[in-house]
T-cell receptor
Framework: DQQVKQNSPSLSVQEGRISILNCDYT??????FLWYKKYPAEGPTFLIS?????DKNEDGRFTVFLNKSAKHLSLHIVPSQPGDSAVYFC???????????FGQGTELSVKP | DAEITQSPRHKITETGRQVTLACHQT?????MFWYRQDLGHGLRLIHY???????NKGEVSDGYSVSRSNTEDLPLTLESAASSQTSVYFC????????????FGPGTRLLVL
């Protein structure tokens, strides 16, 4: 029972264009969502987060959108850069001591 | 600088052997977590701890155990390694607040033959 799903295993985008990574969840009780970025042979690093009381959060080139009615969040990267090539994980929290439930990940490739 | 480290970074072992993976953080965080990463599954929670002497089972805890004797360390033990436990293991820590960001270690790649 996958409560957090990233249905696209991979995404390829041209440098300078927008990258949109998607994430769906099933549990309406999730109240905090995060995106992590992971390079090969490294641990995931925190990228951006959003609480369930908001529908948008921006940090530089990265914007996360939350659509609670659709149980969907997305990460927009504008403009995309080759250094953004990595695996991106979305995660959700149930307000239970900081435990996170992760999606399967989407591998983003940004072509020069 | 505060950090979280894991050792060893790579480990090869045989089926049935006991293996312990170390995790050490200098953030002074109360919360610590162990995950495994497998293709198609993302990161799955194995065990977690909210403080010294506190341990809890996660989603995939069978065959694993942890102990928390101090704030800095949360070692993960595979009691009798199985080939299904071949994976990449990540340790993470966070402050005590509910929505705190988790900081991850570099991972340990474990191969069970």
């Amino acid at each position: 029972d996958q409560q957090v799903k990233q249905n696209s295993p991979s995404l390829s985008v041209q440098e300078g264009r927008i990258s949109i990574l998607n994430c769906d969840y099933t549990n309406s009780m999730f109240d905090y969502f995060l995106w992590y970025k992971k390079y090969p042979a490294e641990g995931p690093t925190f990228l951006i987060s959003i609480s369930s009381i908001k529908d948008k959060n921006e940090d530089g080139r990265f914007t996360v959108f939350l659509n609670k009615s659709a149980k969907h969040l997305s990460l927009h990267i504008v403009p995309s850069q080759p250094g953004d090539s990595a695996v991106y994980f979305c995660a959700a929290s149930l307000n239970q001591g900081g435990k996170l439930i992760f999606g399967q990940g989407t591998e983003l490739s940004v072509k020069p | 600088d505060a950090e979280i480290t894991q050792s060893p970074r790579h480990k090869i072992t045989e089926t049935g052997r006991q293996v312990t993976l170390a995790c050490h953080q200098t953030w002074n965080h109360n919360n610590m977590f162990w995950y495994r990463q497998d293709l198609g599954h993302g990161l799955r929670l194995i065990h977690y701890s909210y403080g010294v002497q506190d341990t809890n089972k996660g989603e995939v805890s069978d065959g694993y155990s942890v102990s928390r004797s101090n704030t800095e360390d949360l070692p993960l033990t595979l009691e009798s390694a199985a080939s299904s436990q071949t994976s990449v293991y990540f340790c993470a820590s966070s402050e005590g607040s509910t929505w705190a960001t988790q900081y991850f270690g570099p991972g340990t790649r474990l191969l069970v033959l």
